[in-house]
């Protein structure tokens, strides 16, 4: 069996390091002409779902270097007001194990992580453009330079925008959330970091707003001298930095922000960000322009299980979901696990494909819960002013001792 892996994103690439580590023959094809491109983003949490996948399917080698090269934890998860006046501080546990914990990465250093001793299965500059199908079974990829790769299972990885599920399911919709997001990198010196509390310096925080803006700033710091003589490492260009973005409605922005980059984003971040504190709006002023990018928000319609084919989905490729739960990237680390032990069991011999695509199947999977809860984006980023002291009035009574003391007496009798 030879797989073909359209896409070298987190899961595309943690599914083909799980495959080549059980002896199945595959190949990925990236859009980007080489490891050093596609370096965006800057933050990706990796909860204990998304560890133990990258635990199954690397070498035990290359998931130490991924849990050398995370940031530090933070200490601290931190709800702040627009004035940097703290509405709440919640101290987080410190890390349990290697493998089940979650974990602050770089998504720059990530990639070039899951990209380390790949070169033989990694096949760049292939922009994917559609399949076609034979009649023996197998199913050839075509791609913009005129080439083409055939093998006997084709797996969409390419992301929200994917050219697979475009031609595979046409029907799958992916909807506008509604939100308008700015995200900045800021290097970490003695100027930036006089200019937080120290709960903000070691933690991660969620800033309100007022008219409907938050933030969110989380501080990354490297162990740098736990990398030792990683292949990767010098293609790793991450230092200790300040991650601020902030988001809202897309009323709430110019029609144009999200063709706009460099010193004009920031700017535009400035003006969203108008009435913060004058620390925060410095932090904006310091990021790096070249690194600034900006993004409408965007989320999956659910759709009902397909027959199952020689050809499957992972990933942001069939269920996109928003950053404010954190469990995109590592649904796709989920999905790339499940699918290296259904095809090795596959090329093993020991099971055969099942009849119907079982992750859109399970009471556990997010698409469901999604679906069953999903958030009201528009309208929370629209609500009224008032909404916010109620909002930030309950945040301060968690911080008060006397209403915390009748859960430490022990649990109450269920209603």
Request: glycine share 8%; hydrophobic share 35%; aromatic share 6%.
């Amino acid at each position: 069996m030879h797989v073909l892996i359209i896409g070298g994103g987190t899961g595309g690439m943690c599914l083909a390091h799980g495959l080549k580590k059980a002896g199945v023959s595959v190949a990925v094809y990236e859009r980007y002409s080489s490891r050093r491109d596609g370096l965006y983003g800057y933050r990706v949490g990796i909860d204990p779902t998304g560890s133990r996948a990258l635990h199954e399917c690397l070498p035990p080698e290359l998931f130490d270097t991924f849990v050398a090269t995370a940031a530090r934890e933070p200490r601290h998860f931190n709800v702040l007001t627009q004035s940097l006046r703290t509405t709440a501080t919640f101290q987080l546990p410190p890390a349990r194990d290697a493998v089940n914990s979650e974990r602050s990465v770089s998504r720059a250093t990530l990639r070039q992580v899951l990209f380390t001793g790949m070169d033989d299965v990694v096949h760049y500059g292939k922009e994917f453009t559609r399949y076609e199908r034979h009649p023996d079974g197998t199913i050839s990829a075509h791609f913009g330079d005129g080439t083409t790769a055939t093998g006997d299972l084709l797996i969409a990885a390419d992301g929200t925008r994917s050219a697979v599920r475009r031609q595979f399911l046409p029907h799958a919709e992916i909807k506008d959330a509604g939100v308008t997001a700015i995200a900045t990198k800021t290097a970490l010196t003695p100027e930036t970091r006089a200019l937080l509390p120290d709960e903000a310096l070691n933690g991660l925080s969620l800033i309100f707003g007022t008219k409907g803006m938050i933030g969110m700033l989380h501080v990354m710091t490297f162990k740098r001298d736990a990398q030792g003589g990683w292949p990767g490492l010098e293609l790793d260009t991450d230092r200790d930095y300040i991650n601020l973005s902030i988001w809202s409605s897309h009323a709430h922005f110019p029609e144009d922000t999200t063709r706009r980059r460099g010193r004009r984003l920031i700017a535009t971040a400035l003006e969203a960000a108008a009435n913060w504190h004058p620390n925060l709006r410095r932090i904006f002023e310091l990021s790096d322009p070249e690194a600034a990018f900006p993004l409408k928000i965007a989320t999956s319609v659910p759709i009902d299980p397909w027959p199952t084919t020689n050809i499957t989905l992972l990933g942001d490729a069939i269920h996109t979901m928003t950053p404010g739960q954190g469990v995109g990237a590592n649904t796709a680390l989920r999905d790339a696990r499940l699918l290296c032990r259904e095809l090795t069991a596959v090329a093993g011999g020991r099971k055969r494909l099942p009849s119907r695509d079982r992750r859109l199947r399970g009471r556990d999977d997010p698409l469901r819960l999604r679906a069953r809860r999903r958030i009201p984006h528009q309208q929370w980023h629209q609500r009224r002013r008032p909404a916010l002291p109620a909002r930030h009035g309950s945040l301060r009574a968690l911080r008060r001792p006397q209403l915390l003391r009748r859960d430490q007496q022990g649990p109450r009798p269920a209603p």
